[in-house]
């Protein structure tokens, strides 16, 4: 079946635009993450969504940044007033129950200029 | 304060030869880990897990090994294959939990 699919794959802003980048994840798994990949890093905790609830945005760096669920499939994460530290790849995964393996989208590469 | 360290960024293998991928852990509360593969622009593919019950976890060619006692794990990989050349991630998290800590990955590649 269909794997985790984000979009765009590449965004290009200018430092104080706002984006939107979206995930569509594996249909019937409950469980949704956001993650924050920087160059030469791993990826690191951004958000977790159960269906449509947003249970975990610890890992949210800023105000700026906020992610939805409204339906408990597809979110969007949305940075506003973009900013240079903001650039990275932004990867999505989703799971069946949350406790279980992750699977991850390709990911979102937001370059910042 | 990195909790999940891959302290080589990279590694050389001749293809057929072992690959050993190492990683450390901090957090004694650790006790699920799983190695990703990441091939460049996509995103991390599931590799092979473990639980800290056991010590030894087998996969064809990918066995994880892990060592509570010194908070390491590592990955073998055997025979290395060119097609194994990526960048490998080690994650860990608390059973019961759903937060993955992840390492900052080691570049594998197999020459032929």
């Known amino acids: 079946g269909a794997g985790v699919s984000q979009s765009p794959r590449y965004k290009v802003a200018k430092r104080g635009q706002d984006v939107a980048l979206r995930c569509d994840p594996i249909s019937g798994h409950v469980s949704l993450f956001w993650y924050q990949q920087a160059l030469g890093q791993g990826p690191e905790f951004l958000t977790y969504f159960q269906n449509e609830a947003q249970l975990d945005k610890s890992g949210l760096p800023s105000d700026r940044f906020f992610a939805e669920r409204p339906e408990g499939s597809v979110s969007t994460l949305k940075i506003q007033r973009t900013q240079q530290e903001d650039s990275a790849v932004y990867l999505c995964a989703s799971s069946q129950t949350g406790f279980d393996e992750q699977y991850f989208g390709p990911g979102t590469r937001l370059t910042v200029t | 304060d990195q909790q999940v360290k891959q302290n080589s960024p990279s590694l050389s293998v001749q293809e057929g030869r072992i690959s050993i991928l190492n990683c450390d852990y901090t957090?004694?509360?650790?006790?699920?880990f799983l190695w990703y593969k990441k091939y460049p622009a996509e995103g991390p593919t599931f590799l092979i897990s473990?639980?800290?019950?056991?010590d030894k976890n087998e996969d064809g060619r990918f066995t994880v090994f892990l060592n509570k006692s010194a908070k390491h794990l590592s990955l073998h990989i055997v025979p290395s294959q060119p097609g194994d050349s990526a960048v490998y991630f080690c994650a860990a998290s608390e059973t019961g939990t759903y937060k993955y800590i992840f390492g900052t990955g080691t570049r594998l590649k197999v020459l032929a």
């Open positions: 473990i639980s800290s019950i056991k």
């Open positions: 957090n004694s509360m650790f006790d699920y």
